[in-house]
């Protein structure tokens, strides 16, 4: 069974980078076929992607956030990570980690990670 | 972009009757080796989502089998015959069309018992 977890500071500051890491344990991240995916989730909000990787290293990018979202993965870790540079309170959300395969839906997901942005 | 708009946004049924929920993309979700791209997804209170129905009509493992998903093109339903209390939550459909370049989701549905 595929576990994810997310991990990192559940605070940052408005105009710095929020950083988070995904470790995933059960389940290859070589696996080809998955991405594997950031999406987060506002208070009291729906669901919003944040971005995509391969295990190759293609990645994928909301075009919201493209320009603030930098996702990569370490294959040696199994683990992949998101920045969110420049954030602002409107970034303050449950962050989920997730694997997705386009045939067969977002099977498995992390538990979340509340990060807030506040001074 | 690919457009998912859901209603109702809010849905009170009483235990033991049914629900449905409607999806609708603003492109046609239908891939041509035949499947719809198409996923729904159920988030109970304080949970992560939990995937439900993938590629339209395909009940993921453990999904009790009074959900059903039905639907092609830009037209999507997702049934449960007999609600019962643990079906509460917000349920999402999303377009897997554009996975990986891109997931859309619909606005949600919250479904309350009666």
């Known amino acids: 069974q595929v576990q994810l977890q997310e991990s990192g500071p559940g605070l940052v500051k408005p105009s710095e980078t929020l950083s988070l890491t995904c470790t995933v344990s059960?389940?290859?991240?070589?696996?080809?076929?998955?991405?594997w995916a950031w999406i987060r989730q506002p208070p009291g909000k729906g669901l919003e992607w944040i971005g995509s990787?391969?295990?190759?290293?293609?990645?994928y990018y909301n075009p919201s956030l493209k320009s603030r979202v930098t996702i990569s993965v370490d294959t040696s870790k199994i683990q992949f990570s998101l920045k969110l540079s420049s954030v602002t309170a409107a970034d303050t959300a449950v962050y989920f980690c997730?694997?997705?395969?386009?045939?067969?839906?977002?099977?498995?997901w992390g538990q979340g990670t509340l990060v807030t942005v506040s001074s | 972009d690919i457009v998912m708009t859901q209603s109702p946004l809010s849905l009170p049924v009483a235990p033991g009757e049914p629900a449905s929920i409607s999806c609708r993309s603003s492109?046609?979700?239908?891939?041509?080796?035949?499947?719809?791209?198409l996923d729904w997804y159920l988030q109970r209170p304080g949970q992560s989502p939990q995937l439900l129905i993938y590629l339209g009509s395909s009940r993921a493992s453990g999904v009790p089998d009074r959900f059903s998903g039905s639907g092609s093109g830009t037209d999507f339903t997702l049934k449960i015959s007999r609600v019962e209390a643990e079906d509460v939550g917000v349920y999402y459909c999303m377009q897997a069309l554009q996975i990986p370049r891109m997931y859309t989701f619909g606005q949600g549905t919250k479904l309350e018992i009666k």
């Open positions: 990787i391969y295990y190759s290293g293609s990645t």
């Open positions: 059960g389940g290859s991240i070589r696996s080809t076929s998955y991405y």
């Open positions: 492109q046609s979700l239908l891939h041509n080796n035949g499947y719809n791209y």
């Open positions: 997730a694997r997705t395969l386009a045939a067969a839906g977002i099977e498995f």
